[in-house]
């Protein structure tokens, strides 16, 4: 039988996707569950990412699970020049999944073709994490009540953001309107533009934070960082324009939430963390909820 | 006076295949996709003619030598314009013009520095997004290469 493996979001169907949020939503109700026991899984990350590793081993042990790995590539045989593939087949006889961070492109593609394991991709470079992507979808879903319909505003780096990226064409099969909010040099690439063309889905590009917020269903934050900028007084100058402040948020719409794949630095004012509009700290809860999903799913548990 | 200089080129080899239009600037890329410098049969090399659609273009000559469609398909990447004249006992009994293939595997390099197919020895794996203006997407990272980065391996 062929494994199952989650590489990039774009593997999964509409019904795939549907049947992990609902299986999230199980687990939301009901988080400890003895479903992995006597299973190993592998958690290789090749670049630290304590956040996103800690969620995957909450999953587990709330599963009932055991983990194996390392936390970064300098405490595994990795220094030593090791290959990936050769990691990979090695690992994969000590364990019933492998969950990989790495910073090389195509990594997680390239290890599911020689793991005799599932993989998932916990991020692979500047490409896909489509597991934030699911918890996104989640997020949404839960606080909207719908994936159809919506109104979303990305905000900060859409250049070089990888969730906003995957989420944009998640959310394509939805029929959704964007709203693209960024200063000139991180503008959302012409390809996605392209992309949204394609599925004639409407989308606006704006440079201010400003009212327009009133329409949307979802304003999703992300980081603008310092060395994205080659001209450092254009980042001095921009940085302060798309930081969200509690103010911002008055006419908004009732049902409007704040995402942000986190860890936010600056852009939005911890004067926001209070409104019940702010909804990142819960995004980040039900990203474990959404890994027990995946894990159970592909290990064909649930 | 060009039609005539095509005849005695093409009539010069009594079996075999007849590549034209190929861009000057890709002969060599043409002839490393096709393997040529593995074959021992007789072959012909020009270039740097004058072509009004290509600028200058470059002519492959092989005695002896027949290509599979999906052999030939190869070349696409470089030479799009490429027309090929079968040749059976001196004269030209088919003519075929390349295709852009669906697939491409092996070949072309993906031009992202950060793609695992340029750190590993991993065969690269191509779809064709454009046919027109040629540009593949990568198996692996995903990231799409046009014509203008493309590299053959």
Known sequence: MENKHLVSITDFSREEIFRILDLAAEFEENPNQNLLNNKVIATLFFEPSTRTRLSFESAISRLGGKYIGFTDAS??????????????MTVANYSDMIIMRHPIEGSARWASEVSKVPIVNAGDGANQHPTQTLLDLYSIRKTQGTLDNLNIF??????????????LQAMSMFNTTYNFISPIELQI????????????????????????????????MTRIQRERFSDPMEYEKTKNSYVLKNQMLEGTKENMKVLHPLPRVNEIH????????????????????????????????? | MDINDKKLQVSAIKDGTVID??????????????????????MTFGSNFESKKLGLKAIIKLSGVFFADKEINKIALVAPEAKLNIIKDYKVVEKKV?????????????MNPKCITN?????????????????????????????EHMEIK
Do not use: W
């Not at chain 1, 990305?154 to 989420?167: A, E, I």
């Not at chain 2, 190929?22 to 049969?41: C, R």
């Not at chain 2, 593949?136 to 046009?146: A, L, P, V």
């Open chain 1, 75 to 88: 405490s595994s045989s990795v220094s030593k020049g090791e290959s990936l593939k050769d990691t990979i």
């Open chain 1, 154 to 167: 990305f905000v900060g780096d859409l250049k070089y953001g990888r969730t906003v990226h995957s989420l």
């Open chain 1, 189 to 220: 690439p012409n390809e996605y533009k392209m992309f949204l063309d394609k599925k004639g889905l409407k989308y606006y590009e704006h440079r201010e934070l400003d009212e327009m917020l009133k329409h949307a269903d979802i304003i999703y």
């Open chain 1, 270 to 302: 911890t004067n926001v963390d209070e409104n019940e509009k702010a909804y990142y700290f819960t995004q980040a809860l039900n990203g474990v909820y959404t890994r027990q999903a995946i894990i159970t799913h592909i290990l064909g548990l649930k």
């Open chain 2, 21 to 42: 239009h190929i861009p000057a600037t890709n002969l060599f890329k043409v002839i490393n996709i096709l393997g040529l410098d593995k074959i021992e049969s007789q």
């Open chain 2, 98 to 110: 390349v295709e852009v293939p669906d697939n491409i595997t092996g070949i072309a390099k993906c």
């Open chain 2, 119 to 147: 750190h590993e020895g991993i065969v690269t794996k191509f779809t064709v997004v454009s046919k027109k203006d040629v540009a593949i997407k990568c198996h692996y990272c995903e990231k799409i290469t046009d014509a």
